[in-house]
């Protein structure tokens, strides 16, 4: 019989420590602990990230392998998220995984965090969820990049498109910030566009050559709308502004959900066009938006298409996805030395 492949995944790139465990493509576990540390800041303080990846990661691996039921002595090898992401939490993953797999005398294979996100979609949970066959493309949606890319194969990405300045995640975030909403603004973004107007405001739109994006205009455009409101009403703060206009945030809420959303799809829409592929999927943490899901499965209907929406759990960072990727290197023999340094950014 053959020998059972089990792979242990540790993510750390940005602000959830994660690690999952994998057995012949199968997942067992998948445990992350989440950065409360960072909400008070308004964003993800890197030299705070480390430490609590510190922290967290004994606990965490710990977890998931018990949750898992498999020893440090079962394991084939171990997964970790190489880069991009924030170098201090990176070191964290990286030296953890290379100390364990020098302990246990087992190989270690480094994944790069886009790829991971891309392959979530072939995670076997038990749910019996159908994988995208390939070519397809995936729009790739998080708080640090935005990118079309076209998957030829697990091993064979391609960027098509990507923002030339700000993410999607980057300008919920900054447009959430100035409304006075907690970090990481996309959820409350889309919490509160739900009972608000999507054509109550209208946003500039980028004029964009090719696949790429562009999300700093837009966000400076959300700005302006707020500042010229503040003087015509002559008041200084959101909050008395809130006062004065009924379901404010609520409307500039689902106005600009609505503007990224459609600006997202747009360049999508087109490239699916241009290549004439009809699979698409979404991923990333912006992939938990409400309106970007809805806009998939229109997407879906009106151009019979496939499109593949990850559950809610692998939206976000998770040690799942690198295990998986972790997996399919692991059978192609792709092993990383022990010198391996991680990286903040790179090219998928
Ligand atoms: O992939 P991810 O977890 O990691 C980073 O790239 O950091 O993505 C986080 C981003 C944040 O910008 C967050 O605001 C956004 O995903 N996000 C959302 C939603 N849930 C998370 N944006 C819009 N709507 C959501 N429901």
């Known amino acids: 019989m053959e020998k059972e492949v089990i792979i242990l995944g540790i993510e750390s790139s940005c602000d959830d420590t994660s690690a999952a465990v994998i057995r012949d493509g199968v997942l067992l576990s998948n445990?992350?602990?989440s950065q409360k540390v960072h909400e008070e800041y308004g964003g993800v303080v890197p030299e705070l990230a480390s430490r609590a990846h510190q922290q967290n990661i004994v606990p965490v691996v710990d977890t998931a392998l018990k949750r898992a039921g498999v020893t440090k002595k079962q394991l084939s090898a171990i997964a970790f998220t190489r880069g991009p992401g924030l170098l201090g939490s990176l070191l964290v993953g990286t030296s953890f995984a290379k100390g364990l797999a020098l302990s246990q005398g087992i190989?270690?294979?480094?994944?790069?965090?886009?790829?991971?996100?891309?392959?979530?979609?072939?995670?076997?949970?038990?749910?019996?969820?159908?994988?995208?066959?390939?070519?397809?493309?995936?729009?790739l949606v998080s708080g640090g990049n935005s990118q079309i890319v076209l998957v030829k194969a697990y091993n064979d990405m391609e960027i098509i498109g990507q923002t030339i300045d700000d993410a999607a995640g980057e300008a919920f975030d900054k447009c959430a910030k100035v409304l006075g909403l907690p970090y990481p603004g996309g959820p409350w973004i889309d919490k509160l566009a739900k009972e608000g107007n999507p054509e109550a405001y209208v946003f500039a739109k980028p004029q964009i050559a090719g696949y790429n994006y562009s999300f700093s205009g837009l966000k400076t455009s959300f700005l302006y709308t707020l500042r010229d409101m503040l003087r015509e009403h002559g008041v200084e703060t959101v909050d008395e502004l809130a006062e004065r206009i009924p379901n404010l945030r609520e409307d500039?809420?689902?106005?600009?959900?609505?503007?990224?959303?459609?600006?997202?799809?747009?360049?999508?829409?087109?490239?699916?066009?241009?290549?004439?592929?009809?699979t698409v999927a979404v991923a990333g943490g912006v992939s938990a938006n409400s309106a970007l899901r809805a806009a998939f499965i229109d997407y879906g209907k009106r151009y019979h298409a496939k499109v593949f929406i990850p559950p809610f759990s692998f939206t976000t960072d998770n040690a799942a996805m690198i295990a998986e990727a972790g997996y399919f290197k692991f059978l192609d023999g792709q092993f990383c030395p022990l010198e391996a340094v991680p990286f903040a950014k790179t090219k998928i």
């Open 31 to 33: 445990v992350i602990a």
């Open 252 to 278: 500039l809420c689902a106005s600009i959900q609505k503007t990224v959303v459609e600006i997202l799809m747009k360049k999508l829409r087109q490239a699916a066009k241009d290549l004439r592929i009809n």
């Open 107 to 139: 190989p270690l294979v480094e994944v790069n965090h886009l790829q991971g996100h891309v392959l979530a979609h072939f995670v076997e949970d038990g749910e019996g969820r159908e994988k995208p066959a390939f070519p397809f493309l995936c729009l």
